[in-house]
C-alpha cells in the first residue's frame, strides 16, 4: 500500500510541476474535457 501510495504522489508532482501553474493545470484539465465530450458527441 506504501508503494502505491508513493508512486501515486510522485506522479501528481510531476504533473503539477510540468503544468507550472495553476491555470496550465486548468487548461489541461479543460483540454482532456473537451476532447472527452468531443470523442462522446462523435460517438452518437
Known amino acids: 500500500m506504501r508503494k502505491i501510495v508513493g508512486v501515486a ?8 510541476s510540468a503544468c507550472n501553474t495553476v491555470e496550465g493545470m486548468g487548461k489541461d484539465v479543460s483540454s482532456a474535457g473537451d476532447t472527452v465530450a468531443g470523442t462522446a458527441n462523435d460517438a452518437k
Open 9 to 16: 504522489l510522485l506522479t501528481t508532482i510531476f504533473m503539477v
